[in-house]
């Protein structure tokens, strides 16, 4: 099984809103894919920003959305801030394989 | 609150077996899958395999010939077992809960275990 694809940084300036993709979802028929996104800092580990491919956990920023289409989802980030700055990963659990699987992650730069 | 902390070694002799273990607090590990994803140095993250709390395993085939994972629900804790490791096993090693039906999203994270493999 190969790991997500995403891009392996993007930029935006304070104020501004990013979308990071992430590409490479099961397409098994019958299948149903749950979509995560994870916010890592530099020596810490991840959060959970987003699961099932638009909710937000309780205490997560408005600011952070998901969305899915085919075998691609996306994060946007609006309204960029300086804290903003760190990696994300998308992840995904397919109920035919009953695995997991990592992006590559994105580094998340605010310029 | 959930709290996740792992233990084990930091170094580990290439061939040798790692044995990991997480101890959770605030929660029983009853009704989740309880999961361990590893981070090599400058790289992304590897989920490697999770465990539901009725002894159910999954496991990514790039290391299922080498992974156990097993649970001890009376100390509240699981524990990972990855034989014959070479040095493209050195990561940083993280249990996490992983809530099942509508979520299977890894909610609450342990901070991790480095483990360097060399002789």
């Known amino acids: 099984q190969s790991a997500l694809t995403q891009a392996a940084s993007v930029s935006g300036s304070p104020g501004q809103s990013v979308t990071i993709s992430c590409t490479g979802l099961s397409t098994d028929f019958g299948a149903y894919t749950y979509v995560s996104w994870y916010q890592q800092y530099p020596g810490k580990a991840p959060k959970l920003l987003i699961y099932n491919v638009d909710t937000r956990p309780s205490g997560v920023s408005s600011r952070f959305s998901g969305s899915k289409s085919g075998t691609s989802a996306s994060l946007t980030v609006s309204d960029l801030q300086a804290d903003d700055e760190a990696d994300y990963y998308c992840?995904?659990?397919?109920?035919?394989?009953?695995?997991?699987?990592f992006g590559g992650g994105t580094k998340l730069t605010i310029l | 609150q959930v709290q996740l902390q792992e233990s084990g070694p930091g170094l580990v002799r290439p061939s040798e077996t790692l044995t990991l273990t997480c101890v959770v607090s605030g929660d029983s590990l009853g009704g989740f899958y309880w999961s361990w994803i590893r981070q090599p140095p400058g790289k992304g993250l590897e989920w490697l395999g999770n465990i539901l709390y009725d002894g159910t395993t999954n496991y990514n085939p790039s290391v299922k010939s080498r992974i156990t994972m097993s649970l001890d629900t009376s100390k509240n804790q699981f524990s990972l077992r990855l034989t014959s490791v070479a040095a493209a096993d050195t990561a940083m090693y993280y249990c996490a809960r992983m809530r099942g039906s509508g979520f299977f999203s890894n909610d609450y994270w342990g901070h991790g275990n480095m483990v360097t493999v060399s002789s």
């Open positions: 992840s995904s659990y397919t109920t035919t394989t009953t695995h997991v699987l």
